[in-house]
């Protein structure tokens, strides 16, 4: 855990980065650790989905997810690995895991990091009056991206909850949305998978210990009799 710490009314600061992680791979790391230093957090909770409800399966099972992310923790100290979503059984609805999170840690100020395409489609998520109700949403966008091509339900979501200055929103408890440009990785786990497939994965994708398990657990390989 860093040893340089923010406090707000001396509460402590909690970033949360969710995702199925299928694999974890360099854009999740280097965008969740620049988010990180910019929010200046006391901890970065990574937060993989058993079954995302947006989605029908993943490709990793749920156990191998899980080492793959611990493996990325054990090499970022700010880094922590929070289980709960594996160990469900049914969808994995992010208001679930916020409340639980903020019962177990009341005094906690905590942000949820999404992109840019969570955002667009937020206003369906289960129960996301709730959602922001317990935290803040960093929306995370490229250099230059135009905040100007909104359908009117994400604009009247941002009229009533965007805050520009993030002094003025670590000023509150939750229901805040801030806006950061953080220079992302332009990958996708779709994309890794299939270059692993391919057998031509590119470098500056994935860490070389994601990459030994992959190996060692024969992941997103073509099947051969």
Known sequence: MSTHKKKCNDKEVIAIMGGTFDPIHLGHIETAKETAKWLNVDQLILLPAHIPPHKESTTASPLQREEMVKIVCQ?????????????RDTSSYTVNSLQEIKQEQPESKIFFIIGMDSLLNFTSWHQWQTIISLCHLVVNIRPGYRLNQFNTTTQELLNKHQINNLHDIIK????????HK???FDISSSEI?????DGNLKENTITNAVHQYI???????????
């Open 75 to 87: 090499q970022q100290a700010l880094f922590h690995f929070d289980s709960r979503e594996l160990k």
């Open 172 to 179: 509150q408890d939750a229901g805040g949305i801030i806006f």
């Open 182 to 184: 953080n220079q992302l």
């Open 193 to 197: 998978r299939q270059q692993l497939y």
């Open 215 to 225: 190996i060692q657990e024969k992941l997103y390989q073509k099947i051969t009799s």
